[in-house]
C-alpha cells in the first residue's frame, strides 16, 4: 500500500497597520483504496456552565468579592473505515470571565484546541498514525500600562488569534486502550509556535536564532524533534464518575527551553441529572513565556449537557 502524506504551510505576517493571519493546509492523500467504505461512526458533544461567588472579609487586610464563570465545550468526532483506517478527532473549547466587585469583568480562561489523528490499520498492539494539532486562544486579551508622560493607565493589546499560539505535525505510532482512550509517540513531530512581539514576555533564545522569525507584532519559531500525547475519556463509574484526561509532551533537547509541557486533568461527579461537582487541574511548562511551571486548580459546580452516539 503506498501512501503519500503532503503537509503545506503558509504563514503570512504583516506589520501593525495589516491583518495578519496564520493559514495552516494539510491535506492527506490515500491511495490503494484506503477509506472508501465506512464501517462505524461515533461522536460525542460535552458542554457545561459553571459559576463561583467569593467573598473576602479581612482577609490579609483586604475585603472584596467577586465573581466568576467558566464555560467548557467538548467534542470528539470518531470514523472508522472497512480497510481498518481510522479517524479520531478531538476539539476542546475553554472560555470564563472573571468581576470583582465596582470593577469590569476580565477574561481569566481563554482556550482553543483542535487535535486530529489519521491512523492506519491497526497491527496486533501498535498502528501507525498521522497527526495534526492547532492551540490558540479565542479573544483579544488586554493588559493595563501605567504612562509616566500621560500619568495614567492605558489598554494596550497582548493576544490575539493565533498569537500566542502552537501548530504541531507528527507522525508516530498509536495504541488504543480502554475502548476509545489512546496513547501516541511521534519521534518525527514540526512544531511552530508564535506569540506577540511587543508584548511584555521573556525573548525566545536570541533574536540571531535560525529558528525564529520575526514580524513587526510576531515572532514565529519553527522547533523539530520528538512528542507524546495522551487522551483519557473513562467512566470510572458509569455515568456518574467521569475522569477526562488530555496531555501533550514535545522536546528536542534535555535543558529548560527545549521541553514544552501541557497536562490537564479532570475528575466529574454528576447527579440530579444536569449537576456535576469538577475538579480541574492543569500544569503547563512552556518556556517561551516562562521557564518556571505553571499550575491552575478549580474546583467547580454547574451545569452539564452531553449527547453522544
Known amino acids: 500500500m503506498r501512501i503519500c502524506i503532503l503537509f503545506s504551510f503558509f504563514l503570512i505576517f504583516t506589520g501593525k497597520s495589516f491583518s495578519q493571519n496564520l493559514i495552516v493546509d494539510s491535506a492527506l492523500v490515500i491511495t490503494d483504496k484506503c477509506c472508501t467504505e465506512l464501517s462505524k461512526i461515533k461522536y460525542s458533544l460535552f458542554s457545561s456552565l459553571s459559576a463561583s461567588y467569593i467573598n473576602y472579609h479581612n482577609w490579609q487586610g483586604d475585603d472584596h468579592s467577586a465573581l466568576s464563570f467558566l464555560s467548557n465545550v467538548d467534542y470528539r468526532h470518531y470514523k472508522s473505515y472497512v480497510s481498518g483506517w481510522s479517524h479520531d478527532h478531538l476539539v476542546k473549547i475553554e472560555l470564563g470571565f472573571l468581576r470583582y466587585t465596582d470593577s469590569v469583568w476580565i477574561k481569566n480562561a481563554d482556550q482553543f484546541k483542535v ?3 489519521w491512523t492506519e490499520k491497526p497491527g496486533k498492539h501498535l ?3 498521522y497527526s495534526f494539532f492547532i492551540q490558540s486562544q479565542m479573544l483579544k486579551s488586554w493588559q ?11 489598554k494596550e493589546l497582548k493576544g490575539w488569534f493565533m498569537a500566542p499560539g502552537a501548530v504541531e505535525l507528527a507522525y508516530g505510532l498509536n495504541w488504543y486502550f480502554w475502548e476509545k482512550c489512546r496513547i501516541n509517540v511521534a519521534f518525527a513531530s514540526c512544531r511552530i509556535s508564535t506569540k506577540p512581539r511587543f508584548a511584555d514576555y521573556p525573548d525566545i533564545k536570541s533574536e540571531n536564532d535560525e529558528s525564529l522569525f520575526k514580524s513587526k507584532r510576531l515572532y514565529i519559531k519553527s522547533e523539530y524533534g520528538f512528542s507524546s500525547q495522551l487522551y483519557i475519556r473513562k467512566e470510572l463509574y458509569p455515568k456518574v464518575v467521569i475522569w477526562d484526561n488530555q496531555s501533550r509532551f514535545f522536546f528536542n533537547a534535555f535543558n529548560r ?3 514544552h509541557v501541557d497536562i490537564s486533568n479532570r475528575f466529574a461527579i454528576r447527579f440530579l441529572k444536569y449537576l456535576q461537582f469538577r475538579i480541574d487541574t492543569q500544569l503547563v511548562y512552556n518556556p ?3 521557564k518556571k511551571l505553571s499550575y491552575r486548580q478549580e474546583l467547580l459546580l454547574g451545569l452539564f449537557y452531553e449527547i453522544k452516539q
Do not use: C, L, P, R
Not at 493595563?144 to 492605558?154: G, R, T
Open 127 to 129: 498502528s501507525h498514525s
Open 288 to 290: 517561551d513565556f516562562s
Open 115 to 117: 487535535a486530529m489523528q
Open 144 to 154: 493595563f500600562v501605567y504612562h509616566d508622560d500621560s500619568n495614567k493607565k492605558e
Open 257 to 259: 527551553i527545549g521541553v
